[in-house]
Structure formats: structure tokens, C-alpha cells
């Protein structure tokens, strides 16, 4: 349980940097930098990979589709959404709407339990307070919508496949199938200035993004994901806006604002009640036996 929660908890904290760090490759085709990122982890993951000495698993056409579909709607697609909706109305809707990933995953795996629910409703509430509600408009909402379906996507269709695969395969396949999406995508958009020499600035961020936000975060998620389980991993979500806060701070983009730092304290007792185990219930006391007569192992007088 305790490596599990730590690496939800940096995996989901590393995501939120990304807001803070996108900003040093702001100025780069935005689509050419989401391939450009990708295409430096596939590398460094199919290097760890063969470190690490995994073979290539032969694939049901079953697997196939669900890594086919992870790898086009939370990792592709996703980013599609988030870029498209922030253009649309801001990063403050497509945060809000992506703080509210605890709730849904809570009922992946059937009914959750109250304090689970609890637990994902104060951390909804906490990202919202963090991230801000500000003005949006139809259209940014439904872009918003598109991240937050990619998003889980992104934890549920990576739970079959890891028992067979694990962390560092999945995370390997659906990162190498992302690449020819991004870049089709990025043809599409921006045609054949997708992709341009980066600055120094702006391949030390994909450095980061790649490394860090993707490489890392991958791993250290689809590690936790199996031992905690969807509902509960998914509380960890609420810390993005929390990443995001940190980031600014040190990068000296912005300063935390009161609600920011209550929206990052309600996400911690949000996660601490959805962790925590309800009170077994007190036992009923058996009555003491008359005197003169003993009890028996299984309870009964004699």
C-alpha cells in the first residue's frame, strides 16, 4: 500500500508540472512538440526496456485493441483535448474538469465504498478551489469533456493489460503506438511546419516533458494503479493542480493565491479520508457464564 500510494502521489504530481513547464516550449508548433516529446520517451522507454531485459510479449488480438485504444484516446487524443480546450476557453476549465477524475474513477470498480466517495468528493471540491472557476465557453466545456474521457481512459484501459505486460511494456507500447498518432495530427494542424530545430530553452523543456511527465509518470503510475486499485488511485489526481502550483512558484511564473493553497490542502484530507479504513465494527460482548460452569473453546457452556 505505502509504495503504491507514493508513486500515485509523485505521478499525479509530476503531471501537474506540466502546465508550468509547457510554458519554456510555448513558442514551439504545438503538435510537432507533443510528437517530438513522445517520440524522445519511446526512446528512452524501449531503452529501459531492453536494460531491464523484457522481451517482446506476443499480443492477443484482444490486447492489441486495448492498447491501441490507450494509446489513441490517453495519450493522443488527450492531449489533443487539453490543447484544443485551453485555446478555447482557458487552462482554468479543462483543469477544473479534469479535477473531477477521482470522482469517476471511484465507481470503476462497482460501488465505492462512502468514505471512498467522501474522499473524492472533498478532493474534487480542493482541485476546483485550486484550479480556479473562471469563465468558459460551450465549446472549451466539450473539449474539456474529450480530456476528462482520455484521462480515464488512460487508468482503465491499462488495468487488463497489466498483469500479462506491467508497467514498463505498457507504458513502452502505448508510448511507441502514440508517436505516428501525434504526428498525423500534427501534419494535419500544422503541416510541414510541425516540426522546426528546438532552442536550448525549449529542448530542455521537451527534456522534461519527456523524461519526467511522461517517462516517469508512466511508470510510477501504471506501478501503483494494480495495488491500489482505480478508486483509489484515482484520489491522486486531485494533486495535478497541486504540481501545477509548486511549478509556477519555482519557475517564478506565478505566486499561490490563498485559494490555491486551501484547494491544495483540501485535496490532501480529501485523499487522506479515501484512504483511510472505516472502524470494524464492535463485537457483540458474550454474557459471562454462571458460576461453577466453564466454556469451551467454541462457546459453549458445559
Request: net charge positive; charged share 10%.
Amino acid at each position: 500500500m505505502r509504495n503504491g500510494v507514493a508513486g500515485a502521489a509523485l505521478a499525479m504530481f509530476c503531471v501537474g508540472t506540466l502546465a508550468g513547464v509547457s510554458d519554456l516550449v510555448g513558442d514551439y508548433p504545438v503538435y510537432g512538440g507533443q510528437a517530438v516529446r513522445y517520440a524522445f520517451a519511446a526512446v528512452v522507454l524501449v531503452a529501459v526496456t531492453r536494460v531491464m531485459g523484457l522481451r517482446f510479449v506476443r499480443l492477443t488480438a484482444r490486447e492489441w485493441l486495448l492498447l491501441g485504444a490507450l494509446a489513441l484516446t490517453g495519450l493522443a487524443l488527450f492531449n489533443v483535448f487539453v490543447i484544443e480546450s485551453a485555446r478555447a476557453a482557458g487552462p482554468v476549465l479543462v483543469g477544473t474538469v479534469l479535477g473531477t477524475v477521482p470522482l469517476w474513477l471511484s465507481f470503476a470498480g462497482g460501488r465505492p465504498a462512502p468514505r471512498l466517495l467522501a474522499g473524492a468528493g472533498v478532493v474534487v471540491a480542493g482541485a476546483t478551489l485550486a484550479t480556479g472557476l473562471g469563465s468558459g465557453t460551450l465549446t472549451g466545456l466539450l473539449w474539456a469533456l474529450g480530456a476528462l474521457a482520455g484521462e480515464i481512459c488512460f487508468s482503465l484501459l491499462a488495468l487488463p493489460l497489466l498483469p500479462k505486460l506491467g508497467a514498463i511494456r505498457v507504458s513502452t507500447y502505448a508510448t511507441v503506438l502514440a508517436v505516428p498518432v501525434l504526428a498525423v495530427i500534427g501534419l494535419a494542424r500544422e503541416g510541414s511546419g510541425m516540426l522546426r530545430v528546438p532552442t536550448l530553452t525549449e529542448a530542455l523543456g521537451f527534456g522534461y516533458l519527456a523524461v519526467v511527465v511522461t517517462v516517469l509518470a508512466f511508470l510510477l503510475w501504471y506501478t501503483s494503479l494494480p495495488k491500489l486499485g482505480p478508486g483509489r488511485a484515482g484520489l491522486f489526481a486531485g494533486l495535478i493542480p497541486v504540481g501545477a502550483i509548486v511549478t509556477g512558484l519555482v519557475l517564478g511564473i506565478a505566486t499561490p493565491s490563498a485559494y490555491d493553497l486551501a484547494g491544495a490542502g483540501l485535496v490532501i484530507v480529501g485523499i487522506l479520508v479515501g484512504l483511510g479504513r472505516s472502524r470494524p465494527r464492535t463485537s457483540a460482548r458474550i454474557p459471562a457464564p454462571p458460576r461453577g460452569r466453564t466454556v469451551t473453546s467454541d462457546g459453549v457452556p458445559s
